[in-house]
């Protein structure tokens, strides 16, 4: 008996793997080229992807559904719905952008055309896969294709000493933590007997008698999804990783891979673990509270603008997880999808930003040192991004977006952790607010990209121009109207 | 056969490879550990998949997806490997610590 | 409406003299004394009024919500507050005029004669007001002025000193009159001076309540009025430019605190504990306050302590409800103590100094002031026929009268017996005083030539009241303007006194004979320079006040510095050291982050195997 | 204990057993060859598990194809050949004793989980080649079709990396 | 009414903030245009203020709209005799504020962003005031920090770059802290009562049960009294003002901790009395702590500007006791006391800011003796204020303070009475030490044989810019029914809110 083919319901990530495949060809073909021609065929891609995704909004989709045994409710690997549409639209805006941002490192030879691009779309599309994914097999699959490219996309540089070692730092603690997630699987398997969502989900309800091998199965699987949140203890690899990485690819792990990471978390728990809330809910709780305060321990001193970033993103990771420490209900699932864009939104506009600066050379906060009066535009857009990322107005649609959080925390009576985030909120504020501070503050003379060197002075490309200004723009817009970004939870 | 027989040989292994990632220097050591780690898994899954005769075979189509996982693993890896020995000639993976978060922190 | 004028033109003359007052030379003098002349003129209208048997007037209502008992700011007139606001009105235009002179040349004059303007504004309106805690304003506000004109001279170390100790000391008696308003407001449910009295008389209120509100109302009338524990600021506050101890410290706000004493007597009546603890303070004070004055070198300290003694007189009639008594020697003590005052400043004015041992045979330089001040000593002494001697009488009659037929007999034999004593003690000073100013050999260390009379400017201001301190006796017979009835004559304890002021002068002229012209007080022997130092009281006092005080504030300090910085620093250090230990822990070692992943699993999954 | 018991800890002894020389060998090749007798040991087991598919993909797909590059990989690397002793690292007693909690950790679960129950493979042709191509292209075709996207980023990114030259 | 008062008075000074930061215009240009678009917000707000007085309890001037509609924020502002004069207060600090800037840039320049600064300070602290909504209230309390930081930060003491920045540092965090916690207790509303509308939540807030109000007002408490602050979480201010520019001094005492209080009056009162009534004790007990501690801090320092920091935080106290009373009265004096404190001592720091520009410190040694001589105006200003901050009857200081002991003096009748009379004895104790350290502060600088050179006396624009402050403590310290009058209105809404 074969599966019947829903098309429709994996065009989106069809339409991804169709330009990546167009890419590699084109570069294979069409030779010297610069890094315009791929970025097209990639957002032409996303665009189709995101087109698809609209078309989606109202329908829930089952595809790929299992033949039941016995009268059991059909479990489909494969679920188009609400929660895993919001995933594809973040994930989608966010590869385009990042894809705008690669085109400066390929258009100069950094970076390989063609591969790149077909990499990242690549991990894209497994991105998409990971939020519709809905037994194990696929979801570890899923979780496979959104690593493996990654990998290579760290590595990809001509000067590779550095990024070889990020990437291999990568790659070793992914893979370990990909065998400990199916080690995982494995006994979930072995105490259910089954891999898929719907019939775990009852298995686990009715069997108490392996409750422990269950237990222990679900928090192994945990493990690899927690690697690709970057969840503590599961972390180290971050900084490491994404200051040897190009910066595109440190956006792009910290927001697209991040994402995937997330809706992965939240299928396990939500569709496969109802019953177990008792164990997960405590668990992420835990979680949530070291990640953030490890994050932004971490963070506080750096200097070093992308391991600032890097240990931000940490931090974030720790408020993404409150929701499903919360509870994970609906309403909590809409406040982490809404964080979640509000993070790839402006945590994109901050990378944008390091991006444009570190091509000229700069690594250190104090580079940055009087960004906001020589180029405005730069100056501004960052120190917007981290006070939204710090949720202070008048990055108000931060500041709401973290609302949304310690509301879902409330609401889920873990005020203990509304606690914690507000300790963390004040300890984040310490460093973004210096580095903002940095920006703000009139620059050394003869600072990179002092107004007088035509080489570095206005040297941001168009594209990351443009990724700057999108970013702006929709954060600023976001602040001033929030109510979009909050659709979701209506 | 005691179902605890293969599952207590696949602990043995999956314990081996941690063992082997966390403690051998060699890179391509490290990632012969990681070859241990996903077999033991595999012997995990082709067990149940023995133990509750399931007829959708999910555990033996898992292990099979995992040793093809595991051999691109495995390609990309060693590309990786490669890399690292071309731009500095040693392998040692306790050695790559030109990443690590080292710049004086400044006083506060 | 008039008494509203008599609180308003001061105001105005205050804010001429400090607007244009360091333009032109004319427009400060001019300002205070035609505001102060105005003002007088007004009081003269009110008194006119409202003397006799005239019923009171009240301005007002003017209701202020608080979200409990409304203010009521209103202002009532009747035969005490018209006459106390003449005796305030008149005694600050003479000091005004006096003050012309006498601070001739003086750049801080025009701040000055706003501040006495600003004063007698205050004065007038704690006079007049209605409402508790409008009178606190007026209270308070002469507090801060008679604090800014003690400094007046803030280049000397005593003068500084003496304000800040006047102005602390009289807030703390302050507190105390708050919180008894607040219990009087609230036993009589209104703040209104005249609700307050209704409801005592009519047993509105009971005992307890009575007794709280009327001992905390005590604190503020003792500071005001420095009784005994807290006098020691007045003798301090002589620093000060001697008019304003004339008008300040003798005459008006010192006596502030008889008046509100007088207005609520029928609430103070009411607690029979209240009236024995003033009657006790009474008696402390004017003995004690007469033996300092006796021993003092400085014949402005000798003023003082014989304010604080002749006040006590006064809250010692009051506290055997002799309210004409108290009045009547309230307003010639105003009388006869400003003109000592405005005398000793004028003969200040010429020796260039307040040592008594530094004068001496001054009669003949300056004949004005030695004739008036004379006519103000034998007030002072109770010798007829000038005014003290009449109003003393009273008072003492009145205790008398208490003491044989009264109800409250232990209370008015302590005020007799003490008042008695107090009477020769005063005659003593008084006379030694005289004496050492006056006669005898002038001091050859006088820096001074040749002292010479003071200018009209301010000898004149000491006629009038001279007059007033000779002729005011008449009043004081017929005190029918305060709306009571004439009190009789009391002839057997007039004979007692007249006894005692003979005996006091007698000590001190027997003494200055034998001394040769040295201080009489000398015959006190090892006595003295314990007065002299009046008996550690305030060293002792302030002992007790300030090195609790000092400890307090040691410990804050050391608590902000040794406690609150270092946790609110630790925090930081805390978070800097968990910064550098976790970047420690990212040293870049794969296979450490490799363990800690496993580690970490492996711990998690053991956690929840455990559990489950 | 039965036949298949039997020969079951037997291959088992040999896996664990040339794991073990893996992860304390102190010469690099060796460990390569030991690595081939475990996940040799390991295909029989599976066929013992009657996973006859499987076990032949894993001695076709380890065997011939991973251990071969892991040696090339350890030729490219100009590994020596010989015994090298300082191949384990500081960490060895946390790793080992992390290891140790690690196996014993999943033992004792799987003891706790599973207690006696028993295996029993007679009678059926779950293994078979047909039966699990039957499932795989009929229930996990979604999944399998991702594989392929990986395989293919794999090769290309394998590629793309080992293809970059320039040094610094 | 028309509805469109509050969101210009919210609106104005934020895009004229926007215009002074953006427009590429002189510097000096621009702090006159924020002076004139702040003399229109401060004519608006005394308008709106005479309106509201007119007009009884309750709310005017409402203003509705959409915003966050998803999770059910509105944009509602609304103006009640409660947060009236403390809009006031902020429009006329930071006129005040911006005339000191017009003439006297600071050392470091920047005047035009300090000025675009300070109308957004403005426009987050009248915001906080006239908000409705939870949210909306959460976003103006906070949106007033950041601003403060960099005001702090780059502005302030130019000695101590590190010190400064500490300072700031310290500050916000604290503050965040706090106001996380009023988050979290907001939060807890909104899950009991399905809305973030204020009056809709202190509708519905007899549903939610006895013990969840006490956490609920507890939060409050701990988070706006990080704000005030509340005595052992003070620790921040002293730094904080002494660190701070002259204008940031001002708008910090005059209007940042106003926040804290205004938030305590109005989510105590008028949201969650039930609860706050079992944590009143505390609160008062640590006001007077602050009252008497704030006064020994004070007679112990060498340092002016410091000093009257430190007075800030017994003056709070004050403000924080009669906000423990639970009571109309309470309401009243707190009420009067903030704006009180806001005239007072932004006329204090005014005047320490002068002294600084002057002699380049604010230690009593660096300012020296006889100010009376050396700069008479000055230093008579000085002794005024000086006057007014320790409650000197006849100036707007006392009545805050008497009506605070008042309303000490006859508490909620659900409040234990003694302690309150004994916090009301303390309090009385503490007005003593004010007295104290003020008349101290007094004689060592205006008072004494000074160095002999001497300074320039108060100019033309700094007369502008402290004279209205002079005239608001003279006159509501003679006409305290100005302020009595237009609070009554909310005194009696909250006396129906408590009586519910």
Known sequence: MTQAVDWWAIAAPVCLVAAAVLALLLDAFVPKQSGALPCAVTLAGVAAALAVTAALRDSERAAFCLPSRLEEPVDCSWVVDRVALVWWVVALVACGLVALLLVPAVSEG???????????????????????????????????????????????????????????????????????????????????GSVAAGAVATSVATSSAVRPLIGVGMVLTLVGLGFKVAAVPFQAWVPDTYVGAPVPVAAYLSVVSKTAGLAGVTIVVVRFFPPYADVWSPMLGVAAAVTMTVGNLAALLQRHAVRVLAWSSVAHVGFLLVPLAAGGGAADVGALQTYAAMYALVNLGAFSVVAAVSARGATLVSDYAGLVRREPLLGLALAFALLCLAGLPPGIVGLVAKVVIFRSAVDGGVTWLAVVMAANVALGLVYYLRFVATLVAPGPEGAISSPGDDHLHGLVPASVGFVISATLIGSVALSVWPAPLFAVLA | MPILYPLVVSSLLFATGTYVVMARRHAVLVLMGVELMLNAVNLNLVTFDAYWHDSLDSGQVLALFTIAIAAAEIGLGLAIVLLVFRSRSSINVDELRELADRDEAPTA | ?????????????????????????????????????????????????????????????????????????????DQLSASMLLLATTVA????????????????????????????????????????????????????????????????EEARAGAVKAFVMTRLGDVGLLFGIFVAGDAAGSYRITDVVQAASSGGIGRTQATAATLLLLCGIVGKSAQFPLHSWLPDAMPGP??????????????????????LLPLFMLSATTMTVLAVIAAVTMLGGALMALAADDLKRVLAWSTVSQLAYMFAALSIGGYSAGVLHLLSHGAFKALLFLAAGSVIHAVGSQRLDSMGGLRSSMPVTFATMTVGFAALAGL?????????????????????????QARAWLVLVVGLVVEVLTAAYATRAWLMMFFGRRRSDVARAEPHESPWFMSGPLLVLAILSTLGGVAVVRPGFLGVAPEPFHAATALVSLLAVAVGVAFSASEWWRLDGHDPSRRLGPLRPALAAELGYDRALMSAVLSPVRVAMRTVVASESDVVEPYARGVGTGASWANRFLRWLHNGDLQRYVTAIVFGAVAVAVVVGIVQ | MSLVATLFVLLGGVAVGSALLVAVGTNLVHCALWLVVSLGALAGCFLLLAAEFVAWVQVLVYLGAVVVLLLFALMLT???????????????????LTAVAAGGGLIVCFAAGFGSARIDVRGSDIGSPSSVGSTLFGSWVLPFELLSVVLLAALVGAIVVSRRQERD | MSSLVLDALVALPALGALLAAAVPASGHRLVWFSLGLSTVVLGLSIGAWVAVVDSGPGFHFESDASWIEPIGVRWTLGLDSLSAP????????????????????????????????????????????????????????ELVLIPMWFVIADWGDSHDAEGRRRA??????????????????????????????????????????????????????VGFGAKVPVWPLHFWLPDAHSKAPTVGSVLLAGVLLKLGTYGLLRFWYDVVPAGALEVAPYLGGLGVVGIVYGALACLAQPDLKRMVAYSSIGHMGFVALAISTMTPQGLLAANFANVAHGAITGLLFFLVGGLKDRLGGTTFDTIGRGLYGRAPRLAALFAVAAMASLGLPGLAGFWGEMLTMLAAFSPNPALPQTTYLVLMALAGLGVVLTTGYFVVAVRRICQGVGPGDSLSDVASDEWLAWAPLVLVTVGLGVAPMAMLWSADGGASLVSAVLSR
């Open chain 1, 110 to 192: 950094e970076m390989p055309g063609g591969e790149t691009y077909f990499l990242l779309l690549c991990s894209t599309a497994g991105a998409l896969a990971v939020a519709a994914a809905h037994d194990l097999v696929t979801l570890v699959v899923a979780m496979e294709t959104v690593s493996l490219p990654s990998f290579a996309l760290v590595g990809l540089r001509r000067r590779p000493r550095r990024g070889a070692e990020a990437a291999l730092k990568f790659f070793v603690t992914s893979v370990v933590a990909t065998a400990i997630t199916l080690l995982g699987i494995s006994m979930v398997y072995g105490a259910t």
């Open chain 3, 1 to 77: 409406m008039t008494a509203l004028l008599v609180v308003a033109l001061p105001l105005l003359g205050a804010a001429v003299a400090l607007v244009g007052g360091h333009r032109r030379r004319l427009v400060a003098p001019a300002a205070a004394c035609v505001s102060c002349g105005a003002a007088w003129v007004c009081s003269l209208l009110v008194a006119a009024a409202h003397l006799g048997d005239a019923a009171p007037a009240v301005v007002g209502p003017y209701v202020i919500g608080t979200g409990g008992i409304p203010l009521q700011a209103s202002l009532y007139v």
């Open chain 3, 93 to 156: 235009v003479l000091v005004q005029i006096y003050s012309v002179a006498y601070l001739r040349g003086d750049p801080r004059y025009p701040s000055y004669a706003a501040l006495v303007s600003i004063f007698t504004a205050s004065m007038a309106l704690v006079v007049v007001a209605d409402d508790l805690f409008v009178l606190l304003v007026g209270w308070e506000a002469m507090g801060a002025c008679s604090y800014f004109l003690i400094s007046h001279h803030w280049e000397l």
């Open chain 3, 242 to 263: 001697t008019p304003i101890s004339a008008l300040i410290h003798a005459a008006t706000m010192v006596a502030a605190g008889v008046y509100l004493l007088a207005r």
């Open chain 3, 384 to 408: 007829p026929p000038f005014v003290g001697f009449f109003s003393k009488d009273a008072v003492l009659g009145v205790a008398g009268e208490a003491a044989f037929h009264g109800d409250a």
């Open chain 4, 78 to 96: 100009r590994a020596p050949t010989g015994s090298v002793p300082d191949l384990t690292g500081r960490n060895r007693v946390t790793a080992a």
């Open chain 5, 86 to 141: 403390l809009v006031v207060v902020t429009a006329l600090l930071s006129w005040c504020c911006l005339v000191s800037l017009v003439r006297r840039a600071p050392d470091c320049g920047g005047s035009r962003q300090l000025a675009a600064l300070v109308l957004l300070i403005e426009a987050g602290s009248i915001g906080t005031f006239v908000a409705l909504d939870l949210i909306v209230f959460f976003v103006f309390f």
């Open chain 5, 168 to 221: 700031a540092t310290r500050f916000l965090v604290v503050t965040v802290v706090g106001s996380a916690l009023v988050l979290v207790a907001f939060l807890l509303l909104r899950s009991e009562t399905g809305s973030f509308d204020l009056t809709v939540v202190a509708d519905r807030v007899r549903r939610i049960d006895h013990g969840r109000q006490v956490a609920i007002a507890a939060l409050l408490l």
